[in-house]
């Protein structure tokens, strides 16, 4: 570890690792310090039985060539190591609704998208034809979502006030259409009541497009930017949790580790979530209307995970997604499920054995679940990094959902019990504890369309060294976190050039291929 260094990035999620290549190709010392055994944030992964689980990321979008994220990695130098697989191009999310067989496809690029829901509603192509239009046309007034110059986006304010569910439901009076075009919201815990359209649309667009699934997990993502952050000339470090600030004159001259260390920078980016962040660098060194309102944003709700390691050769591999909801006139009600309602609904991503595309290797099944019902447990932490048991009773509790989720998955899958081989859980506290989410939270702050601005945050702050990024900025995911670095990034470099490298390097691949 040297001395001092340009940057100093705290947490190494996406947002993190992305900022800190941008820096290092940019000539600047970067040190990325981790406090998990792991780096990655929600690309974290763990193994079970020989079997790899991913935490957060179940599948990607805008991965084919020319697409946004496809152009994002490649200037990052991380696209050509990605083991993908791409999802079935006519079907990968299924929908699906208690008491019809139906299964309801979301097919990859927009004229297949068209087709194959016309074929399923066939009085309904005009109200379908609107709705890709519309999404398009929403992603077009989001510059950096293109890979455009332009305005930021938070500056185009008068697509935020328009909401998800009564967009969908103007376009057809079909209820069924409606709860298929809603039907993955849990990709943003949406909410009939807040979600805007444009968070559903940045998110649905880039699956559109198209859609891969991670060979061996996620984690090879912050591995490769590891890699690469090291060949640039930084350094990353794990087991290095911050847990003070040093100042001089106003500004953040140093960070403090757990482990007794003191790392010196001239500019700090914080990855870690704002409300921790500011918690950290000392409420009374920002304007207490700052603080108030950082404190006070909603966090997204919490998730729950059940990770099924398959017996060999039972069950077969779904090159594909599930989002199953008990009731199709309830799309948007998922999170307000009774103890005995519990869940509302549930998506199912497989993970593939690598020997064989016959046979799945694992299944993960994930449902919204409140922080509160975990509160008992609340005082107890533990990682691989820091081991602690939470006791028999969490033990329980978790063993009792599991069950509940089985019994649900069997209506789906009937031969689902004979399949198991073993079950891994997680719970609120696990992503608070790994990730460092605020109450457990799987997207980041509530995006809310009456307003607007109450999530909003800078990546820039009062102190003039510290910046921001992560999911709780503009856009959780890969793509949108991705996007969010750049803009950190942007507040050093200057947006129009880094926006020029980064079109540069997908045009230098162009005419190499010519």
């Given at each position: 570890m040297k001395a001092h260094y340009d940057v100093v990035i705290i947490g190494s999620g996406l947002g993190g690792l992305v900022s800190a290549n941008i820096l290092a190709k940019e000539g600047y010392s970067v040190c990325v310090l981790e406090k998990n055994n792991q780096y990655g944030g929600n690309l974290q992964t763990f193994v079970?039985?020989?079997?790899i689980f991913d935490t957060g990321v179940h599948y990607i979008g805008g991965l084919n060539k020319g697409q946004n994220l496809y152009q994002y990695f490649k200037y990052l130098d991380i696209i050509d190591d990605l083991n993908l697989k791409k999802l079935d191009e006519d079907g990968f999310d299924i929908v699906t609704f208690d008491g019809d067989d139906t299964e309801y496809k979301h097919a990859q690029g927009y004229k297949n998208f068209i087709q194959n829901l016309h074929a399923q509603f066939p009085e309904e192509e005009k109200a379908i034809i609107t709705y890709c239009d519309k999404i398009e046309d929403?992603?077009?007034?989001?510059p950096l979502y293109r890979l455009k110059h332009g305005k930021p986006y938070y500056e185009n304010s008068d697509i935020f006030s328009l909401k998800a569910k009564d967009y969908i439901?103007?376009?057809?009076?079909?209820?069924?259409?409606?709860?298929?075009?809603?039907g993955t919201n849990f990709l943003y815990a949406g909410d009939a009541n807040r979600t805007p359209f444009y968070v559903h649309a940045l998110t649905v667009n880039s699956y559109i497009e198209s859609a891969h699934r991670c060979l061996n997990g996620g984690s090879q993502i912050s591995k490769i930017l590891i890699r690469r952050l090291k060949e640039n000339g930084g350094d990353a470090f794990k087991h290095h949790e911050v847990v003070k600030f040093g100042y001089e004159d106003k500004k953040i001259s140093s960070v403090f580790t757990k482990n007794n260390k003191?790392?010196?920078?001239?500019?700090?980016?914080?990855?870690?979530e704002p409300k921790l962040t500011v918690k950290l660098v000392g409420e009374d060194r920002f304007r207490k209307a700052y603080t108030n309102r950082i404190k006070n944003i909603e966090s997204i709700i919490a998730g729950f995970s059940l990770y099924i390691v398959l017996k060999p050769n039972s069950f077969k591999y779904?090159?594909?997604?599930?989002?199953h909801i008990k009731d199709h006139n309830k799309v948007w009600d998922g999170q307000d499920y009774t103890?005995?309602?519990w869940p509302e609904g549930y998506m199912v991503?497989?993970?593939?054995?690598?020997?064989?595309?016959?046979?799945?290797?694992?299944?993960?099944?994930?449902?919204?679940?409140?922080?509160?019902?975990v509160e008992p447990w609340e005082n107890?932490?533990?990682?691989v990094a820091n081991k602690n048991d939470r006791g028999q009773t969490y033990a329980e509790f978790k063993a009792e959902k599991a069950e509940k989720l089985i019994v649900e998955l069997e209506k789906k899958f009937p031969n689902i019990r004979d399949c198991i081989q073993e079950i891994y859980t997680s719970t609120p506290l696990s992503y608070r504890d790994y990730i460092g989410a605020n109450r457990g939270s799987i997207y980041g702050y509530v995006k809310d369309a009456d307003n607007p601005l109450r999530s909003f945050i800078s990546p820039r702050t009062k102190i003039k060294n510290l910046l921001l990024t992560g999911q709780s900025l503009n856009m959780h995911g890969i793509l949108g976190v991705t996007i969010g670095a750049v803009l950190t990034c942007s507040e050093v470099v200057g947006m129009e050039t880094l926006l020029n490298k980064i079109l540069d390097a997908n045009k230098t691949e162009e005419s190499g291929l010519n």
């Amino acid at each position: 570890m040297k001395a001092h260094y340009d940057v100093v990035i705290i947490g190494s999620g996406l947002g993190g690792l992305v900022s800190a290549n941008i820096l290092a190709k940019e000539g600047y010392s970067v040190c990325v310090l981790e406090k998990n055994n792991q780096y990655g944030g929600n690309l974290q992964t763990f193994v079970r039985d020989r079997t790899i689980f991913d935490t957060g990321v179940h599948y990607i979008g805008g991965l084919n060539k020319g697409q946004n994220l496809y152009q994002y990695f490649k200037y990052l130098d991380i696209i050509d190591d990605l083991n993908l697989k791409k999802l079935d191009e006519d079907g990968f999310d299924i929908v699906t609704f208690d008491g019809d067989d139906t299964e309801y496809k979301h097919a990859q690029g927009y004229k297949n998208f068209i087709q194959n829901l016309h074929a399923q509603f066939p009085e309904e192509e005009k109200a379908i034809i609107t709705y890709c239009d519309k999404i398009e046309d929403i992603c077009d007034k989001f510059p950096l979502y293109r890979l455009k110059h332009g305005k930021p986006y938070y500056e185009n304010s008068d697509i935020f006030s328009l909401k998800a569910k009564d967009y969908i439901d103007s376009i057809t009076n079909n209820k069924k259409l409606r709860a298929v075009l809603a039907g993955t919201n849990f990709l943003y815990a949406g909410d009939a009541n807040r979600t805007p359209f444009y968070v559903h649309a940045l998110t649905v667009n880039s699956y559109i497009e198209s859609a891969h699934r991670c060979l061996n997990g996620g984690s090879q993502i912050s591995k490769i930017l590891i890699r690469r952050l090291k060949e640039n000339g930084g350094d990353a470090f794990k087991h290095h949790e911050v847990v003070k600030f040093g100042y001089e004159d106003k500004k953040i001259s140093s960070v403090f580790t757990k482990n007794n260390k003191e790392i010196k920078g001239d500019l700090f980016i914080s990855n870690i979530e704002p409300k921790l962040t500011v918690k950290l660098v000392g409420e009374d060194r920002f304007r207490k209307a700052y603080t108030n309102r950082i404190k006070n944003i909603e966090s997204i709700i919490a998730g729950f995970s059940l990770y099924i390691v398959l017996k060999p050769n039972s069950f077969k591999y779904q090159n594909k997604n599930f989002y199953h909801i008990k009731d199709h006139n309830k799309v948007w009600d998922g999170q307000d499920y009774t103890h005995e309602s519990w869940p509302e609904g549930y998506m199912v991503s497989m993970g593939i054995n690598k020997k064989t595309d016959t046979w799945g290797d694992s299944l993960t099944v994930m449902t919204y679940m409140r922080y509160e019902e975990v509160e008992p447990w609340e005082n107890t932490f533990n990682t691989v990094a820091n081991k602690n048991d939470r006791g028999q009773t969490y033990a329980e509790f978790k063993a009792e959902k599991a069950e509940k989720l089985i019994v649900e998955l069997e209506k789906k899958f009937p031969n689902i019990r004979d399949c198991i081989q073993e079950i891994y859980t997680s719970t609120p506290l696990s992503y608070r504890d790994y990730i460092g989410a605020n109450r457990g939270s799987i997207y980041g702050y509530v995006k809310d369309a009456d307003n607007p601005l109450r999530s909003f945050i800078s990546p820039r702050t009062k102190i003039k060294n510290l910046l921001l990024t992560g999911q709780s900025l503009n856009m959780h995911g890969i793509l949108g976190v991705t996007i969010g670095a750049v803009l950190t990034c942007s507040e050093v470099v200057g947006m129009e050039t880094l926006l020029n490298k980064i079109l540069d390097a997908n045009k230098t691949e162009e005419s190499g291929l010519n």
